[in-house]
């Protein structure tokens, strides 16, 4: 961002270092030349006649707590000066009266002005080399002037007159700062006499920031650039070139580079466009040869700055929000706020400049809400309605067994403020970090959007086996669901799932034993922050389930569904399970005991079922003894009869002891039928 501008008026006392020796002398000179160049206009023929003033950057470094530049400049020769700045950066400049070398000059006093695009250049510091001066008001302001005078008579070939320090304030767009005549007295050097003979200075020099200055070294001869229609140039003086119908360009201003070159449209800050020779653009020009028709500058348009106030600039020149080409600040679009819709529904009274969604209108309220939406739009356009092959009627099979492992568990949901959803995270199964039901928080405040975990969970003390799950979920007309995942290694969803009142399965392809699991997240939000529900509930088809590792699966029924609360507290439903169940014993006995009592007494705890159903009894199945005898009897009872066991739930019927017939064997049979 560019630094704020400060007016010449505003700008401290210290800036200006004037010299103040030999009163005595310069203060009765100064009335003096004033005086004369007004009363009687400027003389020809004294000792400065032929003099320059030029510019010249200076090596030295730039520092607020400088007294002065004067002695700095560093020229010895009016050739070497440079007249051209690049970079952005403060610099010391000075200004210099030079003289022919041998001229007889005696210099006691100087009177000119300057000229410059405030818009462009800015001065932080400026001061006289004389003993004493008289400037005016606004000095150094574009187009005023001061008087500088010495008690002493300067005699040098290069005299330093004056330094200004400053810099570019529109880097890197070019400009130049000149020297010029004083806007009463004209531009004249002073000699020594009483009253003084003033000689009008002869060439008034630039200096470049970006683009070349111009130095114009006192001439013997009078010649400098003489410009003609075509372009052409030549040396001449200024009586040789005017009668010629020429233009010229100063005293001592070179040919090389050419000053007369083609024209080229030159833009202003006000979007006019002005055709004219690049040396005497001060704003933006476009190259020579181009033209004005059509206007091809840039028209200026509304500022507005963080504060609402409004300034019609170029956009280059604008440090805020620039409205557009050709808007104006009447009526001012930047001060008065108006309502300003965002993508979630909301509506904030902000200024223009601070609006991020879509600004309706300086004036218009946010109460009634203007920026309400249709939140099944947002729902249908949010969940990817991806459809999926239906689902069996029995994921997992039928829940009429016996009680299994995973009884009197629950689903919850849970968020957590520490993760944050982002749009380009795939996943965030793992991470949850709760360690029990009791941690879970079931409430999300705001509108953005947050990461809910469904974790099963079961009582402390119990050992489930999760191999799967299936449930539903369903949620108020507001909250919309924008990503979702399951942390199982298989899912069967139902058709356009997860929208409200679907369900799906999640199965995994090793059991779960955890106390709490993590069963599947989603990323969702309230519209307007207003109080919604988001509720797991029974899979619409298959119930609600968790299904163990057994083969076929033992289903134990879900028997707590939580739900998240959007801006209201929500459900947590942790359960609290029986303190004993069955303990099958070595001696294959069962008996009701906790899982810790189960554990030391050496016995393997079922779950939380009764002792009534024969589950320590061993299994059972066909035993082959004697080759064809086939018994039923338990895999250590047929080991003890030297049998075969035939597996499992294996039956004697048909009988597996009696041997097949081979194909050899039984056509030897038919044919021994028919001898």
Request: aromatic share 8%; hydrophobic share 35%; charged share 15%.
């Amino acid at each position: 961002m560019r630094p704020r501008r400060t007016s010449f008026r505003s700008l401290p006392q210290f800036h200006r270092v004037p010299r103040l020796r030999s009163r005595s002398v310069s203060s009765a000179l100064l009335p003096a030349l004033l005086l004369t160049a007004s009363a009687h206009g400027v003389a020809s023929g004294g000792p400065n006649e032929g003099g320059t003033l030029i510019l010249h950057e200076s090596e030295a470094v730039y520092s607020t707590d400088h007294s002065g530049y004067c002695g700095q400049s560093g020229l010895s020769r009016c050739t070497d000066a440079n007249t051209r700045v690049d970079g952005g950066g403060t610099v010391v400049f000075h200004a210099l009266a030079a003289f022919s070398p041998g001229a007889e000059n005696r210099l006691a006093g100087v009177v000119f002005g300057v000229d410059y695009e405030p818009d462009g250049i800015v001065l932080l510091a400026w001061g006289g080399c004389g003993d004493f001066e008289l400037w005016d008001s606004d000095w150094p302001a574009p187009g005023t002037g001061t008087a500088v005078t010495w008690g002493n008579t300067q005699t040098a070939d290069l005299v330093e007159v004056y330094w200004f320090a400053g810099y570019n304030y529109d880097f890197p767009n070019a400009h130049e700062f000149a020297l010029g005549p004083h806007p009463s007295q004209g531009s004249s050097f002073a000699d020594d006499s009483v009253p003084s003979n003033l000689d009008e200075i002869a060439g008034l020099g630039t200096l470049g920031f970006g683009r070349d200055g111009f130095a114009p070294c006192p001439d013997p001869l009078g010649l400098g650039a003489c410009c003609y229609e075509d372009g052409r140039c030549e040396l001449s003086s200024f009586e040789d070139c005017e009668s010629t119908d020429g233009q010229y360009q100063g005293l001592g201003r070179p040919c090389d580079p050419n000053p007369c070159l083609a024209p080229g449209a030159c833009c202003h800050p006000n979007g006019l466009c002005e055709l004219v020779a690049m040396i005497d653009c001060d704003d933006e020009f476009l190259g020579e040869g181009s033209t004005c028709e059509p206007n091809p500058c840039p028209l200026p348009g509304a500022c507005c700055a963080p504060d609402g106030a409004c300034t019609v600039v170029l956009e280059r020149l604008c440090s805020g929000d620039f409205l557009g080409e050709g808007t104006t600040c009447v009526p001012n679009p930047c001060l008065e706020p108006g309502a300003c819709c965002h993508g979630d529904g909301s509506c904030s009274f902000v200024l223009l400049t601070q609006c991020s969604g879509d600004f309706l209108g300086t004036g218009i309220p946010c109460d009634p809400n203007p920026c309400i939406v249709d939140c099944w739009s947002l729902r249908r356009d949010a969940v990817a309605h991806v459809v999926r092959p239906a689902p069996p009627q029995e994921i997992f099979g039928r829940a009429d067994r016996v009680p299994g492992p995973n009884t009197n568990g629950a689903l919850l949901l849970h968020h957590e403020a520490s993760v944050v959803y982002t749009s380009d995270q795939e996943s965030y199964c793992g991470a949850s970090s709760i360690r029990e039901c009791a941690e879970a928080n079931s409430r999300v405040d705001g509108v953005e959007p947050a990461v809910l975990f469904l974790l099963a969970s079961f009582p402390t003390g119990m050992q489930p086996r999760v191999a799967g799950v299936t449930f539903g979920i369903d949620y108020d007309v507001c909250v919309i669901p924008l990503s979702f995942g399951a942390c199982g290694d298989f899912e069967l969803a139902d058709p356009y799932w997860p929208g409200s009142g679907r369900g799906t399965a999640v199965v995994w392809a090793e059991a779960q034993t955890e106390s709490l699991i993590e069963v599947y997240w989603f990323a969702a939000y309230s519209v307007y922050g207003d109080p919604q529900l988001f509720s797991v509930v029974p899979h619409p088809a298959q119930g609600g389930w968790f299904a163990d590792d057994s083969t076929p699966s033992r289903l134990d029924a879900i028997m707590g569904y939580g739900t998240m609360g959007f801006g209201t507290d929500g459900h947590l439903p942790c359960p609290v399970g029986p303190t004993a169940g069955a303990c099958c014993l070595s001696d294959g006995s069962c008996t009701m005991l906790t899982p810790a009592q189960c554990d030391e007494l050496g016995g393997v705890f079922v779950g939380y079922i009764d002792c009534d159903v024969s589950v320590c009894s061993p299994p059972a199945g066909a035993c082959c003894v004697d080759d064809i005898d086939c018994i039923i009897t338990t895999l250590d009872d047929c080991a003890l009869e030297g049998g075969i066991y035939r597996g499992d739930g294996s039956t004697c019927d048909p009988n597996p002891c009696v041997p097949v017939p081979t194909r050899s064997g039984t056509w030897g049979s038919i044919k021994a039928m028919f001898r």
